[in-house]
């Protein structure tokens, strides 16, 4: 290669990452500014006393030793981790037997499709309002049939300290599942019908065709689905707003509405980062922790 063609190549190679980068230009504004500059801009302000109307006063780690001996801000971690730890595992086998349910050809199977995701679509404020309605103590559909047919006495779903962070999981779970189905669904139409066609003739039976073929197959998907939702519940934040404020005696009190409470009824935004910038790094932990978990096996060196 002479020295023209060489200069040529490398004015091409030059030009097309020019292009790359200005086609890429808008969204990393985007991202720089209204997602990566908040994080750092959050993690400064925890380390400053600020209430809005006065100047920020710089304290330290003054935010994080409050935090550390807060019992309101360790109760509402322990309810956030409750809350995640128990509707996560549920909505990903829920979503995933709804989704191998769906993927058999049967007639009205694009009509319990959409049925099932409709639930996703409405917004949070509709979905706490019709389960308010449910759940109401005398006049609730739901203690309706208990002590109609089956003469059990009508639960208190949302006062309850038993029974209250339960009865929002079953909500979210009514809300949420249909977004997990359409994932799974999605992975389950991308397996090669093949291999289930060659597992039948093997003599395989359809448990052991789920779980040595669909399983392994949507692992990817998996390791999608259990990255959002782990994110969504920690983040838990509407549900419990409208429908019990935290209550009863804090039983549902998560940390984004202990965080949203410290920054917009008390003013202590400084604190309020603090909080937020601890949940951020819980978060990024399990994500990575999730990513570990989930990893592709190694295949072996290139050419084996």
């Known amino acids: 290669m002479n020295i023209k063609t060489t200069v040529k190549y490398r004015r091409s190679r030059l030009n097309e990452a020019i292009s790359g980068y200005l086609f890429y230009l808008p969204f990393g504004v985007v991202y720089l500014a209204f997602l990566v500059y908040p994080i750092f801009r959050g993690l400064l302000l925890s380390f400053y006393k600020w209430n809005v109307l006065e100047t920020p006063i710089f304290i330290g780690w003054g935010n994080y030793r409050v935090m550390a001996s807060d019992s309101t801000f360790w109760l509402s971690l322990k309810n956030t981790l409750y809350f995640t730890g128990v509707s996560t595992p549920l909505l990903i086998v829920i979503g995933l037997a709804m989704a191998v349910a769906l993927n058999v050809k049967f007639r009205g199977q694009q009509f319990f499709r959409a049925l099932f995701f409709s639930t996703y679509v409405l917004s949070i404020s509709v979905v706490a309002t019709i389960w308010l309605w449910l759940y109401q103590p005398q006049f609730g559909l739901i ?118 409470e410290n920054a917009f009824n008390y003013f202590k935004m400084g604190y309020a980062a603090a909080m937020a910038f601890v949940l951020f790094l819980i978060m990024a932990f399990f994500s990575s922790l999730q990513f570990r978990l989930f990893a592709p096996t190694k295949l072996g060196k290139k050419g084996k």
């Open 143 to 260: 203690n309706y049939y208990l002590t109609r047919i089956f003469h059990i006495a009508p639960p208190s779903w949302l006062a309850d300290t038993h029974l209250a962070m339960n009865s929002i999981i079953i909500v979210t779970i009514w809300w949420t599942a249909g977004f997990n189905i359409v994932l799974f669904l999605a992975g389950l139409q991308e397996i090669p019908q093949s291999l289930y066609e060659a597992a039948r003739i093997d003599g395989a039976g359809g448990w052991q065709s789920f779980w040595y073929i669909t399983l392994p197959s949507l692992r990817y998907t998996i390791l999608l689905v259990v990255v959002l939702q782990v994110i969504a519940s920690f983040q838990i934040f509407g549900q419990v707003y409208i429908m019990t404020q935290g209550g009863p005696y804090g039983r549902t009190r998560v940390l984004v509405q202990y965080i949203y």
